[in-house]
């Protein structure tokens, strides 16, 4: 017998934001369960972007995923005794999750500040082209996968 599949239920919290986009940093941002401060985190961090950048926190969101997001990665093919590292396309779900991933890392990783002012200073150095340590991560990724194109006829199976 089949079994009835529980509804997911979406919040209703983010009424001002983008529910999908700001939804999946507020995700991403919370520790332990506490979705009521990471929910401020991001808020904050995209208000403070918002007027700093005088631009919309719908657009400012898309253009920081847009940007961060990978084209190629590297996957390890194991081939006759060997493993080779092979550039791959990134699915497009993937590398959307690797951009939040990368975005609230670099956030996390800057010392000194609080989180509300590391998370919106890596927003505003992601669209303003600054030094982005998200950036700097999806250049590397990109440099990798150029540097081993030699392998790239290992990866179709």
Same mark, same amino acid.
């Given at each position: 017998?089949?079994?009835?599949?529980?509804?997911?239920?979406?919040?209703?919290?983010?009424?001002?934001?983008?529910?999908?986009?700001?939804?999946?940093?507020?995700?991403?941002?919370?520790?332990?369960?506490?979705?009521?401060?990471?929910?401020?985190?991001?808020?904050?961090?995209?208000?403070?972007?918002?007027?700093?950048?005088?631009? &919309?926190?719908?657009?400012?969101?898309?253009?920081?995923?847009?940007?961060?997001?990978?084209?190629?990665?590297?996957?390890?093919?194991?081939?006759?005794?060997?493993?080779?590292?092979?550039?791959?396309?990134?699915?497009?779900?993937?590398?959307?999750?690797?951009?939040?991933?990368?975005?609230? &890392?670099?956030?996390?990783?800057?010392?000194?500040?609080?989180?509300?002012?590391?998370?919106?200073?890596?927003?505003?150095?992601?669209?303003?082209?600054?030094?982005?340590?998200?950036?700097?991560?999806?250049?590397?990724?990109?440099?990798?996968?150029?540097?081993?194109?030699?392998?790239?006829?290992?990866?179709?199976?």
């Amino acid at each position: 017998m089949g079994r009835r599949k529980s509804k997911l239920s979406k919040s209703d919290s983010n009424v001002l934001f983008d529910r999908d986009i700001l939804g999946s940093f507020v995700r991403r941002v919370m520790k332990d369960g506490k979705k009521q401060i990471a929910e401020n985190i991001v808020n904050e961090s995209f208000r403070i972007a918002s007027e700093e950048l005088n631009n &919309d926190v719908q657009k400012i969101a898309k253009e920081v995923i847009n940007k961060v997001k990978p084209i190629v990665e590297v996957k390890s093919r194991r081939v006759g005794g060997s493993t080779y590292p092979v550039p791959v396309e990134v699915r497009p779900k993937r590398a959307y999750m690797l951009a939040l991933k990368w975005t609230i &890392d670099a956030a996390n990783n800057k010392k000194g500040m609080c989180m509300i002012k590391k998370f919106s200073s890596e927003l505003i150095n992601i669209i303003s082209g600054g030094k982005s340590d998200a950036m700097t991560k999806r250049e590397n990724v990109h440099k990798m996968a150029e540097a081993n194109k030699a392998f790239e006829h290992f990866g179709s199976k």
